[in-house]
């Protein structure tokens, strides 16, 4: 098969790994640690070895591989890249995402180098390292591509300054395997000998667990975190029990020249090394060159978020209209006025702009002021805010209308017009200001309340809209000390809510970094809390294509209100994606299943391609892409269209739905021992595309 060009520079599938204490300290024993580096062993003092990281991209290296369509029968590591920006935590989830970046010819006979390159981050949110894989690809050289540029490390033309020796055991890559890489060749002794070694060879990547150990023991020992890059090139295998030795070169600060030879026959196998080590710079958060509004800027909560905003180099436009505490009156340019100087004081930048939000015109002006001044918006803070609070027979149009002005009105006011500039550029951080009010309720505050909640809504389908734009649109849920809370909150709360304390999550979730979008977050006094609606799994009452009757609902209200495995749905189609699992497979009918026996998705396909009922498809045409993972797993497609279907194997372009899971869920599922809507809430089964029509397998297909 020839390599394909084409995947250059296209997304691969990102990929998750997520591991526990154990996990670390298992790779540690892998490459070698013991009591003489307790840290990399012991969990109460547990530090991770760099070069784990690359034992969290298993995963990403199979697509690598397939995508690229390299011979797996020549292909070897040839080069690897490790770039940390900060340190490994010892638990998490970690994402990694990237593509193939080169592939390079090195001529007819002498191979092919497959480039991929990806980012890491841990569910935090924080860049945790950058990958450089490079796989050589013996058989695949002389299609007429570019050769790779020279990069070979120059070593100094004297002895080195440190020696580090060690010595894998006849047994290590028994152990090393257990941290992800079981390929045969490192385990099986006839398998080594048909791949033409004597025996189970050494995973390069465990070698090279040895090497990082070793190259912080000299360089910087008992600080693993201080490590910044690590890049090799793989030149010979190693027979488990060899003695290594790795040379190492000071070349400047921080950084260092290495190779490592196997200390029994002196051959040189790993070759071209680099490592750059020291202090992580301060890992801080900036907004430097991004333009932000805050509104209602004047005071309060606004205030603090404008002046943090500077300080960490946004320019910003800080509106207020200066009105009093209900909103009445004539407002004044004081207040966005002081706070203006007391950034531009700092040797800040911000502007003034004094409309009100309240109006479309205010909150065109708004946006208008931020484009003349600075040229763009890259963040919003919808935070102006008034209080009319009254109970509900007291409650007037006129308080109603001027709350719901200010807080609803107002955030789309301003937002849609920074929305449209965000769009274009691809970029855009905008928050709503909700309540506590609003979520959980709060006497006299019906009109405070609905309106702040509203916001939650207009948040869920913007957040969708913007989605495509690289737009995260989260709301924040403050408690703080300001004018509107002075009589609200209790006097010893009010001392410790300083509005500083909301203000690093709200400009967290400004930042460039931030993962999220469309979560609610409370913030205040120190404590910082998610919310969500949750949805619990509630019942389906009655008969396919019945009525349910009011007393089925009123002997059902026990698991109809239960919030037991309730969940969070990321948008409606999810909801009604459950909503349709749960008509088509209820749990006990189909636990325990047929039992039809399959071990394959091949299996599966052929099943249900012998099982097409011609006389239901009256009508459908469609394409339905299955795409299951795994050893056992296959990507298909059914054509279904005149009464026909056709099976075939691969990706089609358009699918109509595409099915993803794995292997193991998929024959569990068709076996029947796995119920479709479990798979399907438990994240283990995807579908993309039209949700509804997904909904027809069932009754066109029966095996
Ligand atoms: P604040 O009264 O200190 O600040 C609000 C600012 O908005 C004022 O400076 C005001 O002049 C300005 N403003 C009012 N109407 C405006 C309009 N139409 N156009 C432009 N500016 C206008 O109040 P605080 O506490 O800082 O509140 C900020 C936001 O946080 C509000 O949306 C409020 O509802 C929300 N909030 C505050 C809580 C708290 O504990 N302080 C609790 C929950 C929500």
């Given at each position: 098969m020839a390599l394909n060009l084409d995947v250059i520079g296209k997304p691969l599938p990102p990929v998750t790994y997520s591991y526990a204490w154990k996990d670390v300290v298992l790779y540690a024993l892998g490459v070698g640690a013991g009591f003489s580096d307790l840290d990399y062993c012991y969990e109460k003092q547990l530090k991770v070895i760099p070069s784990f990281s690359i034992a969290t991209l298993f995963e990403f290296l199979a697509p690598v591989a397939m995508e690229s369509g390299i011979n797996l029968g020549g292909m070897l590591h040839g080069e690897q890249e490790l770039i940390f920006h900060n340190p490994i935590p010892i638990e998490g989830t970690l994402k990694s995402e990237g593509k193939i970046t080169n592939i390079y010819d090195k001529g007819e006979g002498k191979g092919a180098l497959i480039v991929a390159e990806s980012e890491t981050y841990h569910e935090d949110g924080q860049k945790l390292f950058t990958s450089i894989i490079t796989l050589f690809g013996r058989l695949d050289g002389g299609f007429g591509g570019e050769n790779a540029p020279k990069n070979d490390v120059e070593f100094p033309d004297?002895?080195?300054d440190f020696v580090i020796e060690a010595a894998p055991t006849e047994d290590q890559p028994l152990l090393y395997r257990l941290t992800g890489d079981i390929f045969d060749l490192h385990v099986n002794p006839e398998f080594a000998k048909m791949s033409g070694f004597e025996k189970p060879i050494m995973h390069g990547l465990c070698t090279h667990g040895f090497v990082c150990r070793g190259l912080i023991e000299a360089l910087i020992p008992g600080e693993p975190e201080k490590a910044r890059r690590m890049a090799c090139r793989f030149s010979k295998t190693l027979y488990p029990g060899d003695p290594i030795k790795t040379l190492i070169w000071k070349t400047e600060d921080g950084s260092a020249v290495w190779r490592t030879i196997n200390?029994?026959?002196?051959?040189?196998?790993?070759?071209n090394g680099i490592f750059e080590y020291g202090d992580i710079p301060k890992d801080e958060v900036r907004f430097d060159d991004r333009v932000a509004i805050v509104t209602?800027?004047?005071?309060g909560l606004g205030r603090a978020y404008a002046v943090e905003l500077a300080k960490r180099g946004a320019k910003v436009v800080?509106?207020?209209?200066?009105?009093s505490r209900d909103g009445s009156g004539d407002g004044a340019a004081t207040p966005a006025d002081e706070v203006v100087k007391e950034i531009k004081d700092m040797g800040g930048e911000a502007v003034a702009n004094y409309d009100n939000v309240a109006t479309p015109d205010g909150g065109e002006n708004v946006v208008k002021t931020a484009i003349d001044a600075f040229g763009t918006v890259d963040i919003l803070i919808n935070n102006a805010g008034i209080l009319r609070d009254k109970s509900m027979v007291k409650m007037e149009p006129e308080n109603w209308n001027a709350v719901m002005n200010v807080h609803l009105n107002g955030s789309y006011h301003v937002t849609q017009p920074a929305f449209k500039v965000m769009r274009e550029k691809g970029y855009g951080r905008i928050i709503m200001t909700t309540s506590a009010a609003g979520m959980y309720g709060n006497f006299g505050q019906t009109n405070y309340g609905a309106a702040k909640l509203a916001l939650v809504g207009f948040m869920n389908t913007l957040k969708l809209e913007g989605q495509k734009s690289n737009i995260k649109v989260n709301t924040i849920a403050p408690i703080a000390a300001s004018r509107l809370t002075e009589d609200v909150l209790p006097a010893e709360m009010l001392e410790k809510s300083k509005p500083e304390m909301v203000v690093p999550m709200t400009l967290y979730l400004c930042s460039e970094r931030c993962p999220v979008s469309g979560n609610i977050y409370n913030a205040g006094m120190g404590g910082y809390s998610r919310t969500a609606m949750m949805t619990g799994p509630g019942a389906v009452l009655g008969a396919e294509g019945e009525m349910v009757s009011l007393e089925q609902v009123r002997d059902g209200m026990g698991k109809i209100a239960s919030m037991k495995d309730a969940k969070v749905f990321g948008q409606l189609n999810d909801m009604m994606g459950d909503l349709m699992m749960a008509f088509s497979a209820p749990a006990e009918d189909t636990?325990?299943?047929?039992?039809?026996?399959?071990?394959s998705a091949t299996e599966i396909f052929e099943a249900m391609a012998g099982g097409f009922k011609a006389d239901a498809a009256d009508g459908v045409d469609l394409v339905m892409q299955y795409n299951i993972s795994g050893g056992s797993g296959g990507e298909a497609y059914f054509v279904i269209k005149d009464n026909k279907c056709s099976l075939e194997a691969g990706s089609h372009d358009k699918p109509t739905f595409t099915m993803i899971t794995d292997d193991k869920t998929f024959i569990d599922m068709m076996n029947g021992t796995l119920p479709p809507m479990q798979a399907f809430s438990t994240g283990k089964l995807s579908i993309e595309g039209d949700m509804m029509k997904s909904q027809l397998v069932e009754e066109l297909f029966e095996f």
């Open positions: 004297r002895d080195p200390a029994k026959t002196d051959e040189l196998i790993i070759d209602g800027a004047g005071a800080v509106n207020d209209l200066g009105g636990a325990g299943g047929s039992g039809s026996g399959f071990a």
